[in-house]
């Protein structure tokens, strides 16, 4: 999750990212360096014309790319599957300019198809959804006094803490926990601080057994936050991958 890891409805960008060739009207980096690299880490930052991936998966570039959800991104075969989670890479690329960022997710795009022969199709498929809503008690956190892009403060793996974010962000970043897609219904549309902890709950999990982080999460989100989890089977658009490949030297 990205409880453990960063990364919403599907931007649907005119790029040929889809069919494996790049537009000539679509935007483009100036430079790039895609390098292999270890486990961790596993996030995008973007700074002004800039996209720094670090130590990131395939399935993390092409989320943060496509503004998807990771529950929403599957392989066409088992092995594209596999290969979506497995190799990690350190990517340093900067546009000409101070490009907005949805230009530097179209530039990305583009950069995965060329390096990564990347190609996909979107497809509808019915499936386990959640949407995040507030509790009848109304939220246990307030909006940020400070100013600025979102920020991520693990203190452990069970333990987080955001200055600054979004709702909407928010949601994504639960969408990794309960691996199904989450809809921010909230209807807070400011900046907020707020943390959560899931330490209380492992105490009901014996010795040796995977904790249900879904379960925790629920619990926790309620609880700690004064929001609410609801589950709903709806249909939701997803991203298959058709063909994905190491990344190609520079």
């Known amino acids: 999750m990205r409880f453990t890891a960063t990364l919403s409805v599907v931007v649907a960008m005119c ?12 935007p483009a980096f100036e430079a790039a360096s895609i390098k292999a690299a ?16 670090h130590s990131a998966t395939a399935a993390t570039c092409i989320t ?7 529950s929403q991104l599957v392989g066409a075969t088992a092995a594209i599957a596999r290969m979506l989670d497995s190799d990690r890479y350190d990517v340093v690329a900067k546009a000409s ?13 583009g950069l995965l198809a060329e390096r990564f022969n990347l190609t996909l199709h979107h497809e509808r498929r019915d499936m386990q959804t959640y949407a995040l809503v507030v509790d009848s008690g109304g939220p246990k956190f307030r909006e940020s006094a400070s100013e600025g892009d979102s920020v991520e403060r693990p203190a452990s793996k069970l ?6 974010i979004r709702m909407a962000q928010f949601a994504d970043q639960l969408s990794d926990a309960m691996q199904a ?22 105490a009901g999990n014996r010795t040796g057994e995977r904790p249900d982080i879904a379960t925790m999460m629920v619990t926790a989100v309620k609880e700690q936050l004064g929001l609410r989890l609801v589950p709903r089977r709806a249909s939701a658009d997803v991203l298959v991958v058709d063909r994905l490949e190491r990344a190609s030297p520079n």
């Open 181 to 202: 897609p989450v809809s921010d219904e909230t209807g807070l549309h400011s900046r907020y601080d707020l943390s959560l902890d899931l330490t209380p709950y492992l």
């Open 64 to 70: 943060w790319a496509y503004s998807v959800q990771r």
């Open 97 to 109: 300019s101070r490009a907005p960022e949805a230009d530097l997710r179209q530039m990305l795009q």
């Open 159 to 164: 333990t987080r803490a955001w200055e600054r």
């Open 38 to 53: 270890q486990d961790g880490g596993n996030y995008v930052e973007v700074t002004p014309g800039t996209v720094i991936v």
């Open 15 to 26: 790029s040929a990212v889809t069919n494996g060739q790049s537009s000539a009207l679509s």
